[in-house]
């Protein structure tokens, strides 16, 4: 599973709430939902209308959307 709490900081920073960037992405708040739970996976462009919206580099890139979920080894 992916974490996405960078990717929840910079939806706040730029656009406030999350309607504000499904509408940006062209989805709706449910699919948004979805994609931030992990239930479903982001588009690439949904990633790429990100990358410009946010101004990404490719070290942000990995760390907004393809951050690992550090979970214990026992």
Do not use: P, W
């Amino acid at each position: 599973m992916y974490n996405y709490s960078k990717l929840r900081g910079l939806i706040k920073q730029y656009f406030d709430t999350q309607a504000k960037y499904a509408q940006y992405l062209g989805i709706g708040t449910t699919t948004l939902t979805s994609r931030l739970s992990g239930e479903t996976f982001f588009s690439q462009q949904e990633i790429e209308k990100s990358i410009k919206a946010f101004n990404l580099t490719s070290q942000d890139i990995e760390l907004t959307f393809f951050c690992k979920e550090q979970t214990e080894n026992r």
